[in-house]
């Protein structure tokens, strides 16, 4: 589907003789990371120099990340991408005429991909939420409504609370956040609660290794999140929200900050939400370097000026949550799912998946995979075609040898397990979970029994430190591997390892430390030869 | 006794985000933004500005891996240690970056020119090894461009 | 038979809810308050769960994971300490998947801990200790080589995680080496004390108490008032005298002297040696809290200053000589005989003090009026409480306090008029300030700015700093003002204060008379508490003299 790119007008006189080309460079993270930054100035500086008519315009990414920074000119009402366009091959497309939309030199073009729609990668996937990611001006009111944006709101606003919390019940949308806990439910809480003032609170403190969708959403999409924050004030009756980024994506910080200016100028924020005399306005809040602080509660504390320390439950949130009062705490896709679902109605939304994992989920290929990136599809393809088919295998070309699925908190897959299709439920059976739906890839150089050992490491890293299985389990836990490692009673070790995470698992006040068996069991289950060290010549007397 | 910068610091970062208790973290961060670091003399400050014990502030500054107890050197090099950026060699790089540098991650070189740090995820897990010089993001990192960060930033 | 009094520990604090639940545990039924924690429940019918973050002065956390249960129909093992009842519940706190975690909780806990028990200062009165023994501990697997906060050296390297014990407070130790990070002595300092004064410093396995910015404790906010103490299951918190004597073996319940909020204090004892005085949880007025008077100032009681043995002078100038008990008081009635047969009989009286018991008050005035036969007897608190005695007899029908402490927990405002509690009655202090921070609303009269003005999370509502010698006319001019609206109360009320009306100078403050005014409705909450019926009740027709 092509869509034009919808500016400000053009007079007849700019008709003519020549066009303005436009050029579309992503400003997002992952594209500035190798180079967009550089090879976006050099583009503008060129066209001075030559006087031509370029116009360049940055958007979010597009998700192809293997592709950034991916160079787009618009010739005759359709996007042709080139990429990866590294600073260093711009001269050549520079050469194939990329300022002057010389469209037959321009295909010639190694770099060259086609109509960026076209590309197989893309035109694979079904974007509910990324729908505009890569497409628009991020910070244009305008180009967000061309495309369909507050749509959402206007529906919502016409319904009642309730109508809007049974709309978002009825699509069977699960928190993203990795919970998977039924959203409609959480608002329904919150709405049946009585009391004056109530939250909003986004969590955006995509600590997952492995995941970025979050990240790209706030750089290239803010005003969804926005709205969709808005609408969930209207259903619960909360007039003010926080969006709580984490201190390591300060492009996305500036991107939210700047979206919520240019909406509260707009009227869609304040005490008077497009004239509908509801109030809500959003307040962006920056984390400190704790993972932790990715769980709920312990998000909660942090708001509050304390330390980031997990909160026991009950109370749930939605009862007493930010400073005492109701709130709603949601993960950045679950609230960006609810504009589409109020616009285009629950059971679009609800059409798409399968069993009791409903709508599209954002899943990001990462590590060590050919073709990384965002691809948002319905629950049901496979782990296998979504690493080999959709990822291309590895970047390294080495053989997959696991896959950790759902964070530093999920489980290792091996080939073996590729069937599993993208379910919560399928993969809760296996012993894994999907979580926020990172998939990270190893080739044969990963250790196993390192990674392991890497998972205790990083709960120990990031423990909040009140409960004791995480806060000494997490530090003996990584002793331990490292014990069976160097082949140190080993027999009487990974028992005890496994006993350790039977009392994390079932002990642990939070899924930091509940979780962190996760990636333990299933190293030690589906590569147990990786814990096999022959025993060292020499051993110490017992 | 005239108060130090990093008391006046504190109470004008506090003032202006209204003296909230609940921004605690926002002003660290301001703070941290201003003097580069959070001396001790800021936390009784915050304390006073805020209303809180000096216990209270001095729990969320040393909970907090963001907020440094000393200045950091001239550079900041923050090398992504987390999965993604591991299943694509990260650890050989920050190997590489100690021995350059002369420390280990968290410390200083001795020249004070940098300070090499950990971080779990940067959010660009496809683009790894990654990492971020000075607050700009880096990814694609090998071994010759991680030489090239090291040298501008001049160790 | 005396013994050392131990209150139960029921784990979380007594829920206030009126409904009764009904529940059964470990297949008996109970029924509790609603709002009760499954743990309370439990210790309630007598069943311990097993527990070391929890205590009953405190809110639950949910730390330690060893009171974990397992309730029918629901997933996992919820802490019964932060679940509360609900009717209907059938719970079991005793199974084997149960017993398997709290041991593997408790291996963890000790793998960090030092094996000293039998020279340790909490031997026999250690939570840590019960609790191994309760979960049926043998073994820790992991051994002692690895991370730990417990040896300053390692591996011939200094350890990074081990730090000093700090001694510098002269009534108690903190020994890090020995804290279970169950953060008790952190919300005793939060909920009950309200000084703030403890945090945990870094996070994780780098977590350990501090006081202040990890200062000394001397140096800290901390104002020995000695919560954490109590509240501390092992001995990382511990009274110096304990570590001195030992353990104390009997108790003996009785009243703090210092101040007027009498708390009940355990005198725990080790033959007739004082070790400790430990705050009663059984006290009407302090709930088991205490100051740093009553909790360790009691040094003078056996200090080596103290007089032990009566003595007498004959002249100022000269000096004191022992004397036995029947020469001493023979010679002071001889004394009181002759100053009365020479001077008349009312040449002499006595004066007992606010911080006398009732009882020692009424052995005095006895001894006035029966033994020098003179109705000269007065207590100290005249001095300051004149006025107010006689304005509580006239408007209540008696000069006693109208309501006890407890009522602090149902009020809305609370006013404090030239009183500065935090100083001179800390205990009370505490509890006004745990009500404040709930959100009742704090009015102070008063030229100093006492710390309940500004202190962490408290912050007076209004701080009227009248001038001294105005408290009449700002009383007056709030009683007249009606109804009262802050604003206009506060420009009349700093207007008389400092006597910069526009018309009239400072005489208008000295004007006394007042037309009598019908009786202002006494409001319904008190009025059961009113010891006159309300008939009687008249307003004061005339500010009290305030020449006594």
């Known amino acids: 589907m092509t869509i034009p790119f919808l500016s400000r007008s053009r007079t007849p006189a700019e008709d003519q003789p020549r066009r303005t080309v436009r050029l579309f460079i992503s400003k997002d993270a992952a594209a500035v990371a190798v180079g967009a930054e550089t090879v976006a100035a050099a583009i503008v500086r060129s066209a001075a120099a030559t006087a031509l008519p370029v116009e360049v315009v940055r958007t979010g990414s597009r998700g192809m990340l293997w592709l950034e920074p991916l160079v787009e000119v618009e010739i005759d009402g359709v996007r042709y991408g080139f990429g990866p366009i590294e600073p260093e091959a711009l001269a050549g497309l520079l050469d194939a005429g990329i300022l002057q939309a010389d469209l037959k030199r321009l295909l010639a073009h190694p770099a060259s991909l086609g109509p960026v729609d076209k590309i197989e990668y893309l035109a694979a996937q079904t974007r509910l939420t990324f729908a505009r990611c890569g497409i628009t001006d991020p910070l244009s009111l305008d180009n967000y409504r061309a495309l369909g944006g507050c749509k959402g709101l206007e529906k919502a606003l016409s319904l009642t609370p309730a109508g809007i919390v049974d709309e978002v019940a009825k699509s069977g949308l699960r928190g993203r956040g990795g919970a998977g806990f039924p959203t409609g439910i959480k608002w329904k809480s919150a709405h049946d609660v009585a009391g004056e003032q109530k939250y909003i609170v986004c969590n955006a403190d995509e600590g997952d290794s492995g995941t970025f969708a979050d990240r790209m959403l706030m750089e290239g999409d803010p005003f969804l999140l926005i709205e969709g924050m808005t609408i969930a004030g209207l259903a619960v009756g909360a007039s003010k929200g926080f969006i709580y980024v984490r201190s390591e994506y300060p492009h996305a910080i500036l991107a939210l900050k700047a979206a919520v200016a240019v909406a509260r100028k707009a009227g869609l924020l304040g005490a008077n939400v497009a004239a509908s005399g509801r109030a809500f306005d959003l307040e962006v809040r920056v984390g400190a370097g704790a993972y932790v602080c990715g769980e709920e509660t312990a998000l909660l504390e942090s708001l509050e000026g304390k330390r ?201 006040l939070c899924a930091l430390g509940g979780f962190t068996p996760y990636p333990v069991v299933s190293a030690l289950t589906h590569f147990p030869d990786d814990f096999r060290r022959p025993a060292p010549r020499l051993q110490a007397a017992e | 006794m005239a108060p130090s910068e990093a008391e006046t610091t504190a109470r004008a970062v506090a003032r202006q985000h209204g003296n909230r208790p609940d921004a605690l973290i926002e002003i660290l961060h301001g703070v941290q933004a201003v003097l580069g670091w959070v001396p001790e003399s800021a936390v009784p400050a915050l304390a006073d500005a805020l209303n809180l014990s000096r216990a209270e502030v001095h729990g969320v500054v040393t909970f907090s891996h963001d907020f440094r107890r000393q200045p950091a050197g001239r550079h900041v090099l923050k090398m992504c240690r987390a999965e993604a950026c591991q299943a694509m060699g990260c650890e050989a790089l920050v190997e590489r970056a100690e021995s350059r540098l002369g420390v280990s991650c968290g410390g200083t070189s001795a020249d004070g020119r940098v300070t090499l740090e950990s971080v779990y995820c940067l959010g660009l897990c496809a683009s790894g090894p990654s990492g971020m010089m000075d607050g700009r993001v880096v990814g694609r990192l090998t071994a010759p461009r991680l030489d090239a960060l090291l040298r501008e930033a001049g160790a | 038979m005396t013994t050392l009094v131990k209150e139960p520990d029921f784990g979380t604090p007594a829920s206030k809810m009126e409904k009764t639940v009904t529940l059964t545990i470990d297949g008996t039924k109970v029924a509790v308050p609603e709002g009760t924690s499954i743990m309370r429940a439990a210790m309630e019918m007598g069943t311990a769960i097993p527990k070391l973050c929890a205590t009953d002065s405190i809110e639950a956390f949910g730390s330690c994971r060893l009171c974990l249960v397992e309730i029918q129909g629901r997933a996992g093992t919820p802490a019964s300490c932060t679940t509360p009842v609900a009717e209907g519940l059938v719970v079991h706190t005793q199974t084997p998947r149960l017993a398997q975690i709290r041991r593997g909780v408790m291996e963890l806990y000790i793998s960090d801990h030092p094996l000293d028990c039998l020279t340790c200062a909490a031997n026999g009165d250690c939570e840590l200790q019960d609790m191994a023994g309760a979960v049926g501990l043998r073994d820790v697997r992991y051994g002692y080589e690895g991370a730990n906060h417990v040896f300053a050296k390692q591996n011939g390297k200094a350890n990074a995680e081990w730090m000093p ?316 003002s009606s109804p009262p609206r802050a604003s206009s109360t506060r420009r009349s009320c700093a207007s008389v204060a400092t006597g910069r009306t526009s018309r009239s100078g400072p005489r208008s403050c000295r004007d006394r008379s007042t037309r009598p005014r019908s009786p202002p409705s006494i409001p319904a909450s008190i009025q059961p508490r009113c010891a006159a019926p309300l008939a009687s009740m008249q307003p004061a027709a005339t500010p009290p003299s305030t020449t006594a």
Request: glycine share 10%.
């Open chain 1, 308 to 508: 980031g320390i997990v909160r026991a439950k009950p109370p749930l949130p939605a009862h007493k949550g930010l400073f005492g009062k109701p709130t709603v705490i949601n993960n950045v896709l679950s609230f960006a799912a609810a504009p589409f679902i109020l616009g285009e109605g629950a059971k679009a939304y609800a059409d798409y998946g399968l069993g009791r994992s409903r709508g599209t989920m954002p899943i990001q290929l990462a590590g060590n995979i050919k073709r990384g990136g965002l691809f948002e599809t319905a629950f049901g393809m496979t782990l296998g075609e979504l690493v080999d088919d959709i990822g291309g295998d590895t970047a390294s070309g080495r053989p997959v040898k696991a896959v950790q699925v759902g964070g530093p908190l999920g489980a290792y897959f091996p080939r073996a397990l590729f069937d599993t299709p993208f379910d919560y439920e399928a993969f809760a059976a296996r012993d894994g979970l999907i979580g926020h739906g990172g998939v990270v890839v190893f080739d044969d150089a990963a250790d196993m029994a390192r990674q392991a050992k890497f998972a205790f490491e990083f709960c120990a890293i990031e423990s909040c430190g009140k409960c004791t299985p995480c806060r000494i389990g997490a530090t003996r836990g990584a002793e331990t591997i490292e014990k069976i490692m160097a082949g140190e009673n080993d027999e009487a070790n990974l028992a005890l390892v496994a006993d350790l995470c039977n009392t994390m698992k079932f002990g642990s």
């Open chain 3, 165 to 480: 014990k700090d001694e510098s407070n002269p009534y108690f130790t903190y020994d890090p080496s020995k804290c279970i990070v169950c953060n008790r002595c952190v919300r005793a300092c939060e909920e009950v004390q309200g000084t703030f004064a403890l945090t945990i410093s870094g996070r994780g396995f780098d977590s350990r108490v501090s006081p202040g910015m990890s200062e000394s404790f001397l140096d800290s906010e901390c104002v020995s008032c000695g919560a954490c103490v109590q509240a501390c299951p092992t001995a990382t918190l511990t009274e110096k005298a304990v570590i001195e004597i030992g353990q104390p073996e009997h108790s003996v319940v009785t009243t703090c002297a210092y101040c007027g909020v009498g708390c009940s204090f355990k005198a725990e004892m080790r033959g007739e040696e004082v070790v400790r005085m430990v705050p009663y949880k059984d006290g009407k007025a302090n709930r088991g809290h205490s100051c740093v008077k009553g909790r360790f100032a009691w040094g003078y009681a056996t200090h080596t200053e103290r007089i032990l043995k009566p003595m007498l002078r004959d002249k100022i100038t000269d000096p004191w000589r022992e004397t036995t008990w029947e020469e001493a008081i023979g010679r002071v009635a001889t004394e009181f005989k002759r100053i009365q047969y020479q001077y008349g009989k009312d040449a002499v009286g006595g004066i007992t003090s606010s911080r006398c018991t009732n009882e020692e008050t009424f052995l005095v005035q006895k001894l006035i009026r029966a033994g020098f036969g003179v109705n000269n007897v007065d207590t100290c608190a005249r001095v300051c409480h004149s006025p107010t005695g006689y304005g509580l007899k006239t408007a209540f029908g008696t000069s006693a306090g109208t309501q006890d402490f407890d009522s602090i927990e149902h009020t809305d405002v609370v006013m404090i008029i030239g009183a500065n509690p935090t100083d001179g009655h800390p205990v009370f202090a505490s509890r006004m300030k745990k009500r404040l921070r709930q959100g009742a609303k704090l009015i102070v009269l008063d030229p100093r700015r006492i710390d309940m003005v500004r202190s962490p999370h408290i912050q007076a509502d209004h701080h009227l700093p009248l001038t001294p010698g105005t408290n009449v006319a700002v009383l007056t001019a709030w009683r007249t």
